[in-house]
């Protein structure tokens, strides 16, 4: 967490903002999270140990968290925007279920190879890139066939 910290507080500093308490409380929360978390679940979870946080901060924090590379946002088929690591995390891609809003997290090997043939190809330089597949997923299928009964 340590690193995490230098990262945040020197973007802070290089944007001009100052290293507050709160930010840091976000910053340290954000890190105890696994998955994708929305905005409203950080500052929930934030507000349990710190009252005084209001939700704006929480946006604005995690927004600074993502400028710098500590966070990814992304957004899904419910239109909620959540938040991931992005430090020192895998590279993923995601399947999302269109009925009851579920993720998994996946990684192929193939699939990139193929991303990356598909680049060179077009002498394209990707960056970076997310890949999200929508659909039904298994659980839903079968509450779907148990009604369908």
């Known amino acids: 967490m ?64 993502t400028e710098c590379g500590l966070a990814r946002q992304e957004k899904f088929a419910d239109g909620y925007t959540r938040y991931e690591h992005g430090y020192n995390h895998q590279h993923h891609d995601h399947l999302v279920c269109i009925k009851c809003g579920s993720l998994i997290e996946f990684f192929s090997e193939v699939i990139e190879r193929k991303q990356d043939e598909i680049a060179r190809k077009f002498k394209f330089q990707p960056t970076h890139h997310s890949l999200r597949i929508f659909g039904i997923c298994h659980q839903c299928q079968i509450q779907h066939q148990a009604v369908a009964s």
């Not at 950080?42 to 939700?55: K, M």
């Open 2 to 65: 340590e690193q995490e910290k230098e990262i945040f507080f020197e973007h802070l500093k290089k944007e001009g903002f100052k290293k507050t308490g709160q930010r840091e409380k976000i910053l340290e929360v954000f890190l105890r999270t696994e998955g994708h978390s929305s905005a409203e679940d950080i500052y929930s979870l934030v507000r349990a140990e710190d009252p005084t946080v209001g939700f704006t901060t929480v946006y604005r924090t995690l927004k600074l968290l």
